[in-house]
């Protein structure tokens, strides 16, 4: 188990730098030990190869042959862990989001909601709560569902103001998400508070020379530019520039 064990950890380190056809066959022979050497198809690290596999093959849009191992894992967790365990949660988005990318939102919701359920419930996970929340909404950043996604998004931001708190990261990322939202309904008023919100927090939580701070300055300059409003637009470019 515990060459298992090490290839799985260096196949992960492949996955994580996208050397999908390194890892591949590394998971492969982790799963065949895991299977063959523990007897038990239900077995966690059984699962967690398993998993590990089909998100390979997520990766490389390869949905067919992900599919199933997501299930079956996700099978193994539910037994072995209950419907409630944070670890089942996560199964249930990874399967969650392999629906979504193949457009089949009525089998993704279902899974979102339940994932979402399962953290809500526990505060130690709230972050991923809102996590769930966010790639859900997104699933509906389309003309005729923007009200379905501004749900979730302002559930979203009123979890993360109540238990993260108002100038946390979170609340500027959904902040940012949900005047996004907006402005692609040509909502602009109400938009634009929320773009000044989340810059304000990431200004004051990271500083002003950071990343997302520039990000945060690009999209608002982005917002002015759209509507023509080129002055306001102008200096955020530059101070994004400049960072």
Known sequence: ???????????????????????????????????????????????????NLASVYKSQERHEEAEPLFKKALAMRRTKLGNNHSVTALSICYLAELYRLQERYEKAEPLYQEAFAIYKADKQYTSNAVDVLNVWADMYCMPDRYGKAEGLYQQALTICKSKLGRHHLYTAGILNKLADLYTLQYLFKKAEPLYKQALDIRHKVLGNQHLVTAISLHSLANFYFLQFRYREAKPLYQQALNI
């Open 1 to 51: 188990i515990m060459t298992a064990d090490i290839l799985n950890n260096l196949a992960t380190l492949y996955g994580e730098q996208e050397r999908y056809e390194e890892a591949e066959p590394l998971f492969k022979k982790a799963l065949d030990i895991c299977q063959s050497v523990l007897g038990d198809q239900h077995h966690l690290t059984t699962a967690r190869n398993l998993h």
